[in-house]
């Protein structure tokens, strides 16, 4: 393993961070000293301002437990057999990737298209199974209804970012109701803070995903999601796809009546669900 820490490992942050105000750094981890395991761990904060690239190549996971920030110009290529984990969890992330103005991410080979503002997640919309990644926190202003994304087959790298203030109403829609309607690609590392959703009498709703038929990893929600209609979840409505790492911290309602699998993490599951928590 190759080690990203203040003491005690292969090289210091504050040492990174000046190497790459100067050249491009590869960091593999095969080349640290501690550990087996294949893993590039990130435990001292990173940041430069300078056109260089970081390029982590890990046998197995990169583990960011401490921000990193490409300010200047900087790109950042990630390189990995196994996951890529931010720190997170129920109450938000502690850890991210962020990018200043210009820059670009590739993800084992791939671009990935950078979104910095909620007029940028129309490309989402534009572009439904394109890469994509979010270069900071982003605000949502706008009251939606439905869902943000209604349909998405793509990848969506959060990197250890917030997506704060969405609100949504089911308005004419009868199922699929949250950010994505109905998710069949991939949502990663990504957190929804202070999510307040409306299903009114829809099926499957959810703050993150109404329906999940493809993947959900490391990510999480806080705030509200309400209904009378059944398959309400905090984090995804209903799920046959994979759950893994998921977090909720969202409260929950159905209608007494009305609603069937009303659950704190996902409402419906068919699919597999490994690891995290609802509180």
Request: no cysteine; glycine share 18%.
């Amino acid at each position: 393993d190759f080690v990203i820490a203040a003491s005690g490992g292969d090289i210091t942050g504050a040492q990174l961070s000046a190497n790459l105000g100067a050249a491009d750094v590869t960091i593999q981890s095969s080349s640290g000293s501690g550990g087996t395991a294949g893993q590039i761990l990130v435990n001292d904060a990173v940041s430069w301002s300078a056109p260089t690239t970081l390029t982590l190549d890990a046998n197995t996971d990169i583990v960011v437990n401490s921000n990193v920030s490409a300010l200047g110009g900087g790109s950042v290529a990630l390189i990995y057999g196994g996951a890529l984990r931010f720190a997170l969890s129920d109450a938000g992330p502690t850890a991210s990737l962020t990018f200043g103005t210009g820059g670009g991410l590739t993800v084992n080979g791939a671009a990935y298209t950078l979104l910095r503002t909620e007029a940028d997640l129309a490309q989402l919309n534009a572009t439904p199974n394109g890469a994509f990644a979010l270069a900071n926190d982003i605000a949502l202003a706008t009251a939606y209804s439905g869902a943000v994304v209604p349909t998405f087959s793509g990848q969506l790298e959060g990197l250890g970012h917030n997506l704060s203030g969405l609100s949504l109403s089911a308005g004419a829609a009868t199922s699929n109701v949250g950010f994505f309607g109905a998710l069949s690609g991939s949502a990663s590392n990504l957190f929804l803070a202070g999510a307040n959703v409306a299903g009114g009498t829809a099926v499957n709703v959810g703050a993150l995903a109404g329906t999940n038929t493809g993947l959900v990893y490391n990510s999480g929600a806080s705030g509200a999601v309400g209904g009378s209609g059944s398959n309400l979840g905090g984090l995804v409505g209903s799920s046959s796809g994979l759950v893994q790492l998921g977090y909720s911290a969202v409260a929950v309602t159905g209608a007494s009546a009305t609603s069937n699998n009303v659950g704190g993490l996902v409402g419906f599951n068919s699919g597999g669900v490994v690891g995290g928590f609802a509180s």
